[in-house]
């Protein structure tokens, strides 16, 4: 299986030097959507056949292996099966929590939090959400989905005016996502978590492969990481629902099972390199 080439010189440059020195690699993933396909619950996602076990083989072939995600750390590996994976980083809460080795490094959650759990349902009968709209509650943030509503993208820009005030409220921020919109804490995002991650491990090139709109302060720390001498390869995990992320990476694979079929080749040119 030959390896995908990126369409940018950047990702090219990133992709050559990733397999002179593999050592020198931090390869990090976006759960849902990337490496778990998008289900309507939450609770019943799991990752695309096969690709833990690639991450385990990937992780005995470069510097470090991660995950950034928007998910509490412990619920992605225990969704995900993550634990397999030797030395894996789990940052949950687009970096608020670490997992790593069985322990979970967390602060306590801003009080805003607590007032979103306690006013969101009421919010959502007073402004007649449609049937199928549903809360998540992710401990650190709520999230309100609408992929089960029968107009589903009407239903959550419906919404929208309703959840921005409570989070300003809240002093909390609104992200939005696929079908998604997650009332969550400021301060903490993706780009800061893959850029504090890469400069405390002194990678020297990282690869970050997402989804979703959550993910795109994490290409854009690829983008600025490059600035500092670090290589860098943003990979778009493709969705049709989100197409823009296309526009700012420098690889494009067709959902999880495109990402698969990118560890596979990319494992199997690491150890090409290597006999």
């Not at 299986?1 to 397999?19: H, K």
């Not at 959650?109 to 992710?138: F, H, N």
């Not at 400069?199 to 490059?226: I, K, N």
Request: hydrophobic fraction near 45%.
């Amino acid at each position: 299986m030959s390896l995908p080439q990126p369409s940018t010189d950047t990702g090219r440059t990133a992709l050559e030097a990733l397999l002179e020195k593999p050592s020198g690699l931090l390869a990090a993933f976006d759960f849902d959507g990337t490496l778990a396909p998008v289900v309507e619950d939450p609770e019943a996602s799991a990752p695309y056949p096969g690709i833990v076990e690639q991450l385990t083989d990937l992780a005995s072939l470069v510097g470090n292996v991660a995950v950034v995600t928007g998910r509490p750390a412990a619920t992605a590996v225990r969704l995900g099966g993550l634990e397999r994976v030797p030395g894996i980083t789990v940052l949950g809460h687009y970096g608020a929590e670490r997992w790593v080795d069985g322990r979970l490094l967390a602060a306590d959650p801003p009080p805003g939090v607590s007032l979103v759990r306690q006013e969101l349902p009421g919010l959502l009968e007073r402004t007649g959400a449609p049937e199928g709209t549903w809360i998540e509650d992710k401990g650190r943030s709520l999230a309100v989905h609408t992929r089960r509503a029968a107009e589903p993208e009407a239903a959550l820009a419906m919404l929208i005016p309703h959840l921005s005030e409570l989070a300003e409220r809240a002093d909390l921020q609104l992200e939005p996502g696929r079908l998604v919109m997650e009332i969550r804490p400021s301060g903490v995002d993706k780009g800061e978590a893959l850029t504090a991650l890469v400069t405390e491990r002194q990678a020297d090139t990282v690869l970050f492969a997402g989804d979703d709109l959550g993910d795109l302060p994490a290409f854009e720390a690829v983008a600025q990481l490059r600035e500092r001498g670090v290589s860098g390869l943003s990979v778009c995990v493709h969705s049709s629902e989100v197409a823009v992320l296309s526009e700012v990476t420098d690889l494009l694979v067709e959902g999880p099972a495109g990402l698969s079929e990118l560890l596979g080749s990319l494992i199997g040119a690491i150890r090409a390199q290597r006999s």
